[in-house]
């Protein structure tokens, strides 16, 4: 996505240890245009594939997924990074993935209120990296009997793999922008 990927290049920054940042105008202070645009890219890309809901995880999935759940018309849930404290009947579906950005294990978890066994799922975030938050997705994904039509990311660092490894699963995955490079302070996109 051309206009993705000329604002990376105007305004994102290469920090030392293969980080991008780009919280200007995707994970702090946001720019809703792009992100419009972000989303009917991803519809453009998923045309075709028939879904139910859009599944994010919190923060910075929320915003691009909400946007491709206003212009499709679809529910959009977003995975919780903290159990809820307040009580549900509902059993919550939940597993550990570990932020390589933070150096954190955290417990993610999904309530089956909004996950139904057959449900076609449209998984959309912001960055992917070495892929553990997507391979969560997944373990929930397997927990709740659905079926993962997509997975659309807006950044994807092709140099942790994790893309790559969904797409030898024979995951449908789509990046609107692929980092190739972030050594040296340059940005090298692909
Ligand atoms: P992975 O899931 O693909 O393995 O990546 P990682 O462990 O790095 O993901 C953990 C967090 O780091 C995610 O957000 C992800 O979006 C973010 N992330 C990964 N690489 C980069 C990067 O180069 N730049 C930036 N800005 N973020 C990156 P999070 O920590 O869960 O935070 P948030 O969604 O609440 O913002």
Redesign the pocket.
Same mark, same amino acid.
């Given at each position: 996505m051309e206009l993705l990927k000329q604002r990376i290049l105007e305004d994102g920054k290469s920090?030392p240890g293969?980080?991008?940042?780009?919280?200007s105008f995707?994970?702090h202070q946001m720019d809703s245009k792009l992100m419009y645009k972000i989303a009917e890219e991803f519809v453009k890309r998923f045309k075709g594939c028939k879904v139910d809901k859009i599944v994010t995880?919190? #923060? #910075?999935?929320i915003a691009p997924a909400i946007m491709t759940g206003l212009i499709l018309d679809l529910p959009v849930i977003f995975i919780k990074?903290k159990r809820p404290s307040t009580m549900s009947k509902f059993k919550m579906f939940t597993t550990v993935?570990? #932020?390589?950005?933070?150096n954190i294990d955290?417990d993610i978890c999904i309530s089956s209120e909004f996950l139904k066994k057959g449900d076609r799922v449209l998984f959309i975030?912001?960055?992917?990296?070495?892929?553990?938050?997507?391979?969560?997705m997944l373990e929930i994904a397997k927990q709740a009997s659905i079926d993962i039509k997509g997975m659309g990311f807006v950044?994807e660092?092709s140099f942790?793999n994790?893309g790559n490894k969904l797409r030898e699963l024979g995951y449908n995955v789509e990046s609107l922008a692929i980092?190739d490079d972030?050594s040296d302070c340059k940005i090298v996109l692909h």
């Amino acid at each position: 996505m051309e206009l993705l990927k000329q604002r990376i290049l105007e305004d994102g920054k290469s920090l030392p240890g293969g980080i991008l940042k780009v919280d200007s105008f995707i994970n702090h202070q946001m720019d809703s245009k792009l992100m419009y645009k972000i989303a009917e890219e991803f519809v453009k890309r998923f045309k075709g594939c028939k879904v139910d809901k859009i599944v994010t995880i919190e #923060s #910075s999935g929320i915003a691009p997924a909400i946007m491709t759940g206003l212009i499709l018309d679809l529910p959009v849930i977003f995975i919780k990074k903290k159990r809820p404290s307040t009580m549900s009947k509902f059993k919550m579906f939940t597993t550990v993935v570990h #932020s390589f950005t933070k150096n954190i294990d955290c417990d993610i978890c999904i309530s089956s209120e909004f996950l139904k066994k057959g449900d076609r799922v449209l998984f959309i975030d912001d960055f992917i990296a070495n892929g553990n938050t997507a391979f969560g997705m997944l373990e929930i994904a397997k927990q709740a009997s659905i079926d993962i039509k997509g997975m659309g990311f807006v950044i994807e660092k092709s140099f942790q793999n994790g893309g790559n490894k969904l797409r030898e699963l024979g995951y449908n995955v789509e990046s609107l922008a692929i980092v190739d490079d972030l050594s040296d302070c340059k940005i090298v996109l692909h």
